[in-house]
Protein backbone atom coordinates (compact mmCIF):
# COMPACT_ATOMS: atom_id res chain seq x y z
CA UNK A 1 0.00 0.00 0.00
CA UNK A 2 1.33 3.09 -0.98
CA UNK A 3 1.66 5.92 1.83
CA UNK A 4 2.75 9.45 1.90
CA UNK A 5 2.94 10.46 6.00
CA UNK A 6 3.58 13.89 6.61
CA UNK A 7 5.10 15.63 9.34
CA UNK A 8 2.69 17.08 12.75
CA UNK A 9 1.36 20.64 12.87
CA UNK A 10 3.81 23.50 13.28
CA UNK A 11 2.74 26.93 14.95
CA UNK A 12 5.47 29.83 13.59
CA UNK A 13 5.83 33.11 14.25
CA UNK A 14 6.15 36.16 10.81
CA UNK A 15 9.74 35.82 9.15
CA UNK A 16 10.50 32.16 10.92
CA UNK A 17 10.68 29.05 8.51
CA UNK A 18 9.18 25.76 8.48
CA UNK A 19 9.99 22.68 7.21
CA UNK A 20 7.90 19.83 6.45
CA UNK A 21 8.52 16.62 5.93
CA UNK A 22 6.73 13.47 3.92
CA UNK A 23 8.10 10.06 4.20
CA UNK A 24 6.57 7.75 1.31
CA UNK A 25 6.47 4.24 1.28
CA UNK A 26 4.85 1.36 -0.79
CA UNK A 27 6.40 2.23 -4.14
CA UNK A 28 9.98 3.18 -5.59
CA UNK A 29 10.88 6.62 -4.09
CA UNK A 30 13.06 7.22 -7.37
CA UNK A 31 10.43 7.10 -9.69
CA UNK A 32 7.53 9.83 -9.37
CA UNK A 33 8.16 13.26 -9.09
CA UNK A 34 6.97 14.76 -5.31
CA UNK A 35 5.06 17.65 -5.59
CA UNK A 36 3.78 20.29 -2.96
CA UNK A 37 0.27 21.81 -2.49
CA UNK A 38 -1.11 24.38 -0.20
CA UNK A 39 -4.49 25.02 0.41
CA UNK A 40 -5.36 28.37 2.82
CA UNK A 41 -8.36 28.12 4.70
CA UNK A 42 -11.52 27.60 2.75
CA UNK A 43 -9.96 27.93 -0.37
CA UNK A 44 -8.61 26.14 -3.28
CA UNK A 45 -5.31 23.99 -4.15
CA UNK A 46 -2.16 26.34 -5.30
CA UNK A 47 0.50 23.79 -6.74
CA UNK A 48 3.80 25.48 -4.79
CA UNK A 49 6.53 22.74 -6.62
CA UNK A 50 8.12 19.47 -7.13
CA UNK A 51 11.04 17.74 -7.26
CA UNK A 52 12.44 14.57 -9.14
CA UNK A 53 13.19 12.28 -6.61
CA UNK A 54 16.22 10.81 -9.07
CA UNK A 55 18.31 14.02 -9.47
CA UNK A 56 17.09 16.20 -7.47
CA UNK A 57 15.89 18.53 -10.14
CA UNK A 58 12.87 21.17 -8.77
CA UNK A 59 10.40 23.18 -10.11
CA UNK A 60 8.71 25.70 -8.26
CA UNK A 61 5.67 28.32 -8.66
CA UNK A 62 6.61 31.63 -9.76
CA UNK A 63 4.50 33.08 -6.22
CA UNK A 64 6.85 30.80 -3.83
CA UNK A 65 9.85 31.04 -5.99
CA UNK A 66 12.54 32.70 -3.57
CA UNK A 67 11.11 31.24 -0.52
CA UNK A 68 10.94 27.87 -1.33
CA UNK A 69 12.96 24.79 -1.40
CA UNK A 70 12.09 21.03 -1.58
CA UNK A 71 14.49 18.73 -1.38
CA UNK A 72 14.83 14.73 -1.06
CA UNK A 73 16.03 12.61 0.88
CA UNK A 74 16.62 8.89 -1.06
CA UNK A 75 17.92 6.62 1.26
CA UNK A 76 15.41 7.89 3.77
CA UNK A 77 12.58 7.95 1.15
CA UNK A 78 11.35 11.31 2.07
CA UNK A 79 10.71 14.68 0.56
CA UNK A 80 10.74 18.04 2.60
CA UNK A 81 9.54 21.26 1.46
CA UNK A 82 10.96 24.44 3.33
CA UNK A 83 9.41 27.94 3.03
CA UNK A 84 10.97 30.69 4.56
CA UNK A 85 10.19 34.66 6.12
CA UNK A 86 6.74 33.16 6.71
CA UNK A 87 3.71 35.21 6.67
CA UNK A 88 0.09 35.50 8.13
CA UNK A 89 -1.10 34.43 4.33
CA UNK A 90 1.04 31.73 4.88
CA UNK A 91 -1.24 29.79 7.14
CA UNK A 92 -2.52 26.67 5.31
CA UNK A 93 -2.71 23.02 5.20
CA UNK A 94 0.48 21.91 2.98
CA UNK A 95 -0.02 18.71 1.67
CA UNK A 96 2.62 16.23 -0.27
CA UNK A 97 1.57 14.43 -3.14
CA UNK A 98 3.04 11.63 -5.83
CA UNK A 99 2.93 12.02 -9.87
CA UNK A 100 -0.20 9.44 -9.41
CA UNK A 101 -1.84 10.97 -7.04
CA UNK A 102 -1.24 9.71 -3.12
CA UNK A 103 -1.32 12.65 -1.30
CA UNK A 104 -0.11 12.40 2.28
CA UNK A 105 -2.76 13.75 5.09
CA UNK A 106 -2.02 17.47 5.27
CA UNK A 107 -0.12 19.42 7.72
CA UNK A 108 -1.36 22.49 9.42
CA UNK A 109 0.94 25.60 9.64
CA UNK A 110 -0.27 28.38 11.24
CA UNK A 111 1.68 31.92 11.72
CA UNK A 112 0.79 33.68 14.64
CA UNK A 113 2.82 36.66 16.71
CA UNK B 1 1.33 29.67 -16.64
CA UNK B 2 -2.04 27.93 -17.81
CA UNK B 3 -5.35 28.61 -15.64
CA UNK B 4 -8.08 25.95 -14.79
CA UNK B 5 -11.90 27.22 -14.42
CA UNK B 6 -14.23 25.25 -12.48
CA UNK B 7 -18.11 26.39 -11.81
CA UNK B 8 -17.84 27.30 -7.73
CA UNK B 9 -20.63 24.97 -6.70
CA UNK B 10 -23.13 23.04 -8.30
CA UNK B 11 -26.14 21.07 -6.66
CA UNK B 12 -27.91 17.46 -7.61
CA UNK B 13 -30.88 15.79 -6.52
CA UNK B 14 -30.09 12.23 -4.99
CA UNK B 15 -29.80 9.63 -6.90
CA UNK B 16 -29.66 11.85 -10.27
CA UNK B 17 -26.56 12.74 -12.39
CA UNK B 18 -24.37 15.19 -12.58
CA UNK B 19 -21.30 16.66 -14.44
CA UNK B 20 -19.05 19.26 -13.33
CA UNK B 21 -16.28 20.69 -15.74
CA UNK B 22 -13.15 21.93 -15.86
CA UNK B 23 -11.44 24.18 -18.96
CA UNK B 24 -7.91 25.52 -19.43
CA UNK B 25 -5.89 25.48 -22.28
CA UNK B 26 -3.46 22.69 -20.70
CA UNK B 27 -6.18 20.68 -21.23
CA UNK B 28 -5.75 20.16 -25.25
CA UNK B 29 -2.52 18.86 -24.12
CA UNK B 30 -3.20 16.71 -20.81
CA UNK B 31 -5.83 14.65 -19.64
CA UNK B 32 -7.18 15.87 -16.48
CA UNK B 33 -7.25 14.53 -13.10
CA UNK B 34 -10.57 14.61 -10.58
CA UNK B 35 -9.56 14.67 -6.65
CA UNK B 36 -12.57 14.14 -4.39
CA UNK B 37 -12.48 16.23 -1.03
CA UNK B 38 -14.60 16.27 1.93
CA UNK B 39 -14.42 18.74 4.78
CA UNK B 40 -10.80 18.37 7.11
CA UNK B 41 -9.57 15.17 4.89
CA UNK B 42 -7.02 15.22 2.51
CA UNK B 43 -8.06 14.87 -1.58
CA UNK B 44 -8.52 11.50 -2.98
CA UNK B 45 -8.15 10.39 -6.43
CA UNK B 46 -11.40 9.44 -8.09
CA UNK B 47 -10.15 10.04 -12.14
CA UNK B 48 -7.36 9.79 -14.12
CA UNK B 49 -5.90 9.33 -17.42
CA UNK B 50 -8.63 9.32 -20.52
CA UNK B 51 -11.38 7.61 -17.69
CA UNK B 52 -9.62 5.54 -14.89
CA UNK B 53 -10.57 4.86 -11.62
CA UNK B 54 -8.64 4.04 -9.00
CA UNK B 55 -9.19 0.50 -7.02
CA UNK B 56 -12.14 1.48 -4.34
CA UNK B 57 -14.06 4.36 -6.36
CA UNK B 58 -17.66 3.75 -7.52
CA UNK B 59 -18.06 3.21 -11.37
CA UNK B 60 -20.32 5.88 -11.04
CA UNK B 61 -18.05 8.66 -11.30
CA UNK B 62 -16.73 8.89 -14.72
CA UNK B 63 -14.48 11.03 -16.98
CA UNK B 64 -14.72 12.31 -20.28
CA UNK B 65 -13.11 15.75 -22.07
CA UNK B 66 -13.72 17.40 -25.38
CA UNK B 67 -11.31 20.02 -26.57
CA UNK B 68 -10.30 22.29 -23.72
CA UNK B 69 -12.43 20.55 -21.49
CA UNK B 70 -12.54 17.97 -19.00
CA UNK B 71 -16.02 16.78 -17.29
CA UNK B 72 -16.52 14.42 -14.13
CA UNK B 73 -19.98 12.86 -14.37
CA UNK B 74 -21.61 11.04 -11.05
CA UNK B 75 -24.06 8.62 -12.54
CA UNK B 76 -26.59 8.66 -9.72
CA UNK B 77 -25.45 10.71 -6.75
CA UNK B 78 -25.16 9.41 -3.48
CA UNK B 79 -24.97 11.48 -0.09
CA UNK B 80 -21.78 10.51 0.37
CA UNK B 81 -20.52 12.59 -3.00
CA UNK B 82 -21.17 15.70 -1.39
CA UNK B 83 -17.87 17.18 -1.19
CA UNK B 84 -15.28 19.91 -3.11
CA UNK B 85 -14.06 18.57 -6.31
CA UNK B 86 -10.68 19.90 -7.72
CA UNK B 87 -9.42 19.42 -11.27
CA UNK B 88 -6.02 19.14 -11.96
CA UNK B 89 -3.26 19.00 -14.88
CA UNK B 90 -0.12 19.66 -16.37
CA UNK B 91 0.95 22.97 -17.43
CA UNK B 92 2.35 23.25 -21.20
CA UNK B 93 5.48 22.42 -19.58
CA UNK B 94 4.54 19.06 -19.01
CA UNK B 95 5.85 18.80 -15.32
CA UNK B 96 4.15 21.77 -13.45
CA UNK B 97 0.66 20.91 -11.90
CA UNK B 98 -2.54 23.50 -12.23
CA UNK B 99 -5.40 23.13 -10.31
CA UNK B 100 -9.26 24.92 -11.07
CA UNK B 101 -10.65 26.66 -8.19
CA UNK B 102 -12.97 23.79 -6.76
CA UNK B 103 -16.68 23.24 -7.12
CA UNK B 104 -18.56 22.13 -4.15
CA UNK B 105 -21.11 19.98 -4.84
CA UNK B 106 -24.32 19.53 -3.05
CA UNK B 107 -26.61 16.29 -3.14
CA UNK B 108 -30.02 17.71 -2.01
Known amino acids: EVQLLQSGAELKKPGTTVKISCHTSGYTFNDQYIHWVQQAPGKGLEWMGL????????MYADRFQGRISITADRSAETAYMELTRLRFEDTAVYYCASQVGHWGQGTLVTVSS | SSELTQDPAVSVALGQTVRITCQGH??????ATWYQQKPGQAPVLVIF???NRPSGIPDRFSGSSSEDTASLTITGAQAEDEADYHC???????????FGGGTRLTVL
Open chain 2, 88 to 98: NSRDSDGARWV
Open chain 2, 26 to 31: SLRLYY
Open chain 2, 49 to 51: GKN
Open chain 1, 51 to 58: IDPDDGET
